[in-house]
């Protein structure tokens, strides 16, 4: 409010200087040069008005000279002086007045922008404050759930344990027993086979716990590999079904030379559980035919093993189920065993795979054949 007042009374005062001075002393030389006073607190406080005021100031400089002297250019050329003055002080404070704005306005965004940059580092602290707890929480049910596991697999173990050394030592007398009194007791007929058939079931048992116990060691990467002769192990196979008591089969393998694969100790395992699965699940003459073959397959060598057998053979239904474990396969009355999911195991464990087909293509009811293939190592 002060400002007009303190304006109007700046000019009023320049006003009267310039009439007292013209009028007492006759000049117009130094009074003129106070005029600027308010063209410039004019183009301070209200910008455009400086011009105003200074054509006002102007006009009041002519007026006098006039009224007072002679007709001269020099009031008309100091008025145009006081205009041109005023113009430029007033755009200059119009243009400052302009980048002032600007620079509020400047300013003020970029306040805003911090504001906003604020609240989005907080926003996102939070969010990693957040993350951080959900991950703190996931680490710590997921250590409950490892040391959950390791007591399951520690007590796991403890179970195979139990039931590799207790009960097949259990298994083991009761054979023991049970041979002793076939050979002292010497029955024949059905009294025989109430012995015999006992023997048969209690030798299966003592297999599927040696195979259980395989499996547990195999897994757990217990045996490291090693370099194996597949033609040695074939042999060994050979040899160990063929006098199978109590059935007529042939094995049929013609011996190979030094065929090395990365396995273990339990590769044996493998193709005995094949010959086995064939013996036990067929009845009558049986012949089994191994071969040994070497293939190319994406530039890295196999050795392919191929076991068949003039069984009953195996449908289209159940080749998709022969290699599953006892958890995957729920139809418990047809699964064909625990042996041929140790052979999966332990052939995926050798980096090879294993599959099963007819030995005729089409009909599955003249035997299968089982085809084991094997990375080359020489």
């Known amino acids: 409010m002060w400002k007009p007042v ?17 009028i007492c002393n006759n000049t117009s030389i130094v009074y003129t040069h106070l005029f600027y006073v ?12 400086a011009l105003l005021v200074a054509v006002c100031l102007g006009i009041l400089h002519v007026v006098i000279n006039l009224s007072l002297n002679s007709f001269t ?19 200059f404070a119009e243009s400052n007045f302009a980048l002032l704005n600007r620079s509020r306005a400047s300013e003020a965004k970029i306040w805003g922008i911090r504001d906003e940059l604020e609240e989005l580092v907080e926003e996102r602290t939070r ?7 959900s991950l703190r929480n996931e680490i710590h049910a997921k250590r409950q759930v490892e040391k959950a596991l390791r007591d399951a697999r520690d007590q796991a173990e403890l179970y195979v344990d139990l039931i590799s050394h207790d009960i097949g030592n ?10 002793i009194a076939l050979a002292l007791i010497n029955p024949r007929g059905e009294e025989r086979d109430l ?41 060994e196979v050979k040899a160990s079904y063929s006098r199978v008591p109590g059935r007529d089969v042939t094995i049929d393998y013609a011996p190979a030379g030094k065929r090395t694969v990365m396995a273990n100790e339990l590769l044996k395992d493998v193709f005995s559980n094949i010959v086995e699965n064939s013996i036990k699940h067929s009845s009558g003459p049986l012949t089994i035919s191994i071969g040994l073959a070497t293939m190319q397959r994406d530039d890295a060598a196999y050795y392919v093993v191929s076991i068949e057998d003039n069984g009953p053979g195996i449908s289209d ?3 998709k189920k022969v290699f599953m474990s006892f958890s995957q396969n729920k139809e418990k009355p047809t699964r064909r065993g625990f042996g041929l999911h140790l ?13 099963v087909e007819d030995r005729v293509p089409g009909d599955h009811t003249k035997g299968c054949r089982f085809v084991v293939m094997l990375p080359s190592r020489g």
């Open 38 to 49: 308010p063209i410039i607190l004019a183009s301070i406080w209200y910008r455009r008005l």
């Open 195 to 235: 012995i015999v058939r006992p023997l048969e079931i209690i030798n299966n048992s003592s297999k599927l716990i040696g195979n259980v116990r395989k499996l547990q060691r195999a897994q757990a990467g217990e045996i490291p590999p090693e370099a194996c002769d597949l033609g040695e192990v074939l042999s």
């Open 6 to 22: 303190a304006l109007l009374l700046v000019i009023s005062v320049t006003a009267l200087i310039a009439v007292y001075v013209n």
């Open 343 to 355: 052979v999966k195991t332990l052939v995926e464990i050798y980096k090879g795979s294993v599959w």
């Open 127 to 133: 969010e990693l404050k957040n993350a951080n707890e």
């Open 317 to 319: 239904a159940q080749k």
């Open 170 to 179: 259990m298994n083991q007398a009761i054979m023991g027993y049970l041979e």
């Open 73 to 91: 250019y020099e009031p008309i050329i100091r008025a145009v002086f006081f205009v041109i003055v005023g113009y430029f002080a007033s755009s």
